[in-house]
């Protein structure tokens, strides 16, 4: 079973960068689909941005142009280099993983196997 540790959230003024880790405890580089998806209080949990294997991504459309996620595989570690923030922005942001032999299996609204337990961003404006 993978494990995954989110670290890297924080809170900033609206505008701020911030850059999310998430270090899985085995490799992911081959055939897994890994994103980042945020719980906003009172609200339901929704998808932030995908990486499969081959690199492809996907991104929901609140933070197209603003979020760019990535992967270092040699570290099994992902990331969400987070520009631009919000308000709206504030959430807890979670790390997840699934193993898949499609890309196309790995989207936003994608159902994850693995879950971190979540690290929390807040923007304040």
């Known amino acids: 079973q993978v494990q995954l540790v989110e670290s890297g959230g924080g809170s900033v003024q609206a505008g701020g960068s911030l850059r999310l880790s998430c270090a899985a405890s085995e490799y992911t580089g081959v055939n897994y689909c890994m994103g980042w998806f945020r719980q906003a209080p009172g609200k339901e949990r929704e998808g932030v941005a995908t990486?499969?294997?081959?690199?492809?991504?996907t991104y929901a459309d609140s933070v197209k142009g603003r979020f760019t996620i990535s992967k270092d595989n040699a570290k099994s570690t992902l990331y969400l280099q987070m520009n631009s923030l919000k308000p709206e922005d504030t959430a807890m942001y979670y790390c997840?993983?699934?193993?898949?032999?499609?890309?196309?299996?790995?989207?936003?609204?994608?159902?994850?196997?693995?879950w971190g337990k979540g690290t929390l961003v807040t923007i304040s404006s």
């Open positions: 997840a993983a699934r193993r898949t032999w499609r890309s196309g299996y790995c989207v936003i609204s994608s159902t994850m196997e693995y």
């Open positions: 990486y499969y294997s081959d690199g492809s991504t």
